[in-house]
């Protein structure tokens, strides 16, 4: 069974604070990603990673870096939040080729202050 | 430009009544569409892909090219498939998924 983590459930930050958020996948997935979920928005791609150390954009990477170290572990920062970066933020993986179907992590409530 | 439309915000049925979640998209190549659900307190998970041609929990999706559609319906709906539906149509030429902005289904007693 796949296992995709996030280290917070529930995060509370203020403007300008440098803010990191992880994911980490045990079933040793190719593909990591992070989006994020707005009401009447749905899930928009920010970050994705087919491999350590790559890194491609989504649909909305300004604001957001992210880092790909080791194969099991995808960090978001937010390198100044903002409070237009108050989100669900949530961390999908999948296993090989890029059509695979993505396993999502429970989700990052980021509030902004 | 590519786009998955789900015109339903909320839709709202009783329980045993027939349920169908809209879902149009726009995209020129060939499309790979799929419905993934969330449920209460649950993480996002695919329900179907239309490749696999298959039903899950009682639910089918039909891939009309000519509509472009992509629509979700099951015949009796249950308490249990109360949850956000959301369809995603994966983008062949960068591999992204594209996503709806979701339909949340509550099924009423």
């Known amino acids: 069974d796949v296992k995709v983590t996030q280290s917070s459930r529930y995060l509370v930050k203020r403007t300008g604070e440098k803010v990191f958020l992880e994911c980490v996948q045990d079933?040793?997935?190719?593909?990591m990603f992070w989006y994020r979920q707005d009401p009447g928005l749905g899930l928009r791609l920010i970050y994705f990673?087919?491999?350590?150390?790559?890194?491609e954009k989504g649909d909305i990477p300004e604001g957001y870096s992210v880092s790909r170290e080791k194969k099991e572990r995808f960090s978001l920062i937010l390198e100044s939040a903002s409070t237009n970066q108050t989100s669900m933020y949530l961390c999908?993986?999948?296993?090989?080729?890029?059509?695979?179907?993505?396993?999502f992590g429970p989700g990052t409530r980021l509030t902004v202050l | 430009a590519q786009r998955v439309t789900q015109p339903e915000k909320l839709l709202s049925v009783f329980k045993g009544a027939p349920v169908e979640l809209k879902c149009n998209y726009s995209?020129?190549?060939?499309?790979?569409l799929f419905w993934y659900v969330q449920y209460s307190r649950q993480r996002l998970q695919l329900l179907l892909r239309?490749?696999?041609?298959?039903s899950i929990k009682g639910f089918t999706a039909d891939l009309n090219k000519g509509e472009t559609s992509f629509h979700l319906k099951k015949p009796f709906a249950q308490e249990e498939d109360s949850a956000m539906y959301y369809c995603?149509?994966?983008?062949?030429?960068?591999?992204?998924?594209?996503w709806g902005a979701g339909t949340k289904l509550i099924i009423k007693p």
């Open positions: 995603a149509l994966l983008a062949n030429s960068n591999y992204q998924l594209i």
């Open positions: 995209y020129s190549g060939s499309p790979e």
């Open positions: 239309h490749i696999s041609r298959e």
């Open positions: 079933m040793d997935h190719e593909n």
């Open positions: 990673s087919y491999d350590v150390k790559m890194k």
């Open positions: 999908a993986s999948s296993l090989g080729g890029l059509t695979d179907t993505q396993y």
